[in-house]
């Protein structure tokens, strides 16, 4: 049995039940093969073994009382995976399927997207089996402050900062702060995704959506082509797919779908982005109440989808943009992008394609810009948020969205130039996973066996 196998199938072992965390583990050991080949200094100080193990994981209760006076127990996690680079740094997820397989493949690849940016960041994640919808605000601010009642003893400005993900929004950003706040008596920067009221950055909210779109305009650009007229596909109506439409609009590309947790909206003259931004950000409504106003729509409901995938990805359009959540793009659905013509697939979300359909999309030399590398646009810019709390500044708009742009441009060349120079040009999974690695596992050979 070879190296990585051997370490697979002792974390599986070790820590049973845990799939998607294996699922993340094997993409990226799978791709370090020829750095861990060339370097035997990583085998010999364990660096693969240290790094699949967290440096603490803190699991917790989360009582809180509903509006009908009823107490609720929720679970809380938070993974402090990685700080060989920096404080730890990830976003925090409330979904009724949270648990720590989840979170711990969540933070795994925080470790490499963190070290990809080229900023001081580790990597971390955590988040609550606490179902968000339709619970009042009331309900919200009581599971948040509950939440962090716990968390607040293990985070700070440079030991961990948690942020959004999904269910996680300035609304959750502000209670938990409000709390931690009157816990500690201390106003700092512990919490990124603030409002601009007290400490936030402008372009955070923007920044993960935005970052993706950028991400695919560097993979296009070098093949001399970019965005503009062509037709998207875009999963999901959250933070990231919101920004990711909103700036596909302004390079002049047409996102022509998204999707919730009922179904999907296909409008092919393009999606009315004001009207998903209403529903929700504000009425935090199904999409099919997009119907009401645009009755040349479509809304496939969930349980029309194909049984070996997702009716979005089955569509024709120039380029696909998973926003959602992670396994939301099946083989068979890397399949129907190829036959309809798609060259590109940049992911929004984490972990969205399964390991069949990467492979699918990179054999037939689609541009494909993995989550990790494409996504990082969001904790980039969260970075950026601890840069100015530290420094007592705030900066422009144009400011940080110029520091994102370049940010992704060098993730892109990064990934694209190791993906070169380990002989598999166009590969960004191994280029990226190698780049990260190799950033991340310097820090830890030269600090030692902590
Ligand atoms: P949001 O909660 O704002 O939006 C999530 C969207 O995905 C919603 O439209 C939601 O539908 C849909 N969704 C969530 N879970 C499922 C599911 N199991 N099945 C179908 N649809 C689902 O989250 P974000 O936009 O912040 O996050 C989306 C993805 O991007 C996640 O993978 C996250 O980890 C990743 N990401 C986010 C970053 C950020 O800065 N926010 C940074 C980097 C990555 P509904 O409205 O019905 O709930």
Known sequence: MSYIHETISDLKNTSPAQCEFYQAVE?????????LESNKLYQQQAIIQRLVEPERQIMFRVPWVDDQGQIQVNKGYRIEFNSALGPYKGGLRFHPSVNASIIKFLGFEQIFKNALTGLPIGGGKGGSNFNPKGKSDDEIMRFCQSFMTELYRHIGPTTDVPAGDIGVGAREIGYMFGQYKRLTGRYEGVLT?????????LVRKEATGYGVVYFAENMLSIKDESLKSKKCLVSGSGNVAIYAMEKLYQLGATPITCTDSTGTIFHESGIDLTLVKQLKEKSRKSLEAYLTEHNDAKFIPTSEYPSDGHAVWRIKADAAFPC???????????????ANGCQLVSEGANMPSTQDAINTLIDAKIS???????????VSTSQLEMAQNASMQTWSFEEVDQKLQIIMKNIFETAHQTAIEFGQPGNLVLGANIAGFKRVADAMLEQGVV
């Open 368 to 378: 494909y810009g993995p989550g990790k590398a494409a996504n990082a646009g969001g």
């Open 27 to 35: 993409e990226v050991l799978e791709s370090l093969a020829p750095i």
């Open 193 to 201: 995704g603030k409002s601009l009221l007290w400490g936030g950055s």
């Open 324 to 338: 959602a959540t992670q396994n939301e793009l099946t083989l068979a659905d890397a399949k129907a992008l190829i």
